[in-house]
């Protein structure tokens, strides 16, 4: 497996326990904005309508 692999990484390894020490949820920090993820994720759809066959 490769994650586990990564974790063991030394700078990977420091970031993970630097997260563990201060009682961080790496899964929390990308959803801390959620009005700005809904405006990425329309401008992504209003994108892709515009140009359908762009980064395919």
Same mark, same amino acid.
Request: hydrophobic share 40%; aromatic share 8%; glycine share 0%.
């Given at each position: ?28 920090? @990308? @959803? ?25």
């Amino acid at each position: 497996m490769a994650l586990p692999r990564i974790a063991r990484v030394p700078q990977i390894r420091a970031k993970i326990e630097h997260l563990e020490a201060h009682q961080i949820d790496p899964s929390a920090m @990308y @959803y801390t904005d959620l009005e700005k993820v809904e405006d990425t994720v329309q401008q992504i759809h209003d994108f892709h309508r515009e140009h359908p066959n762009a980064l395919w």
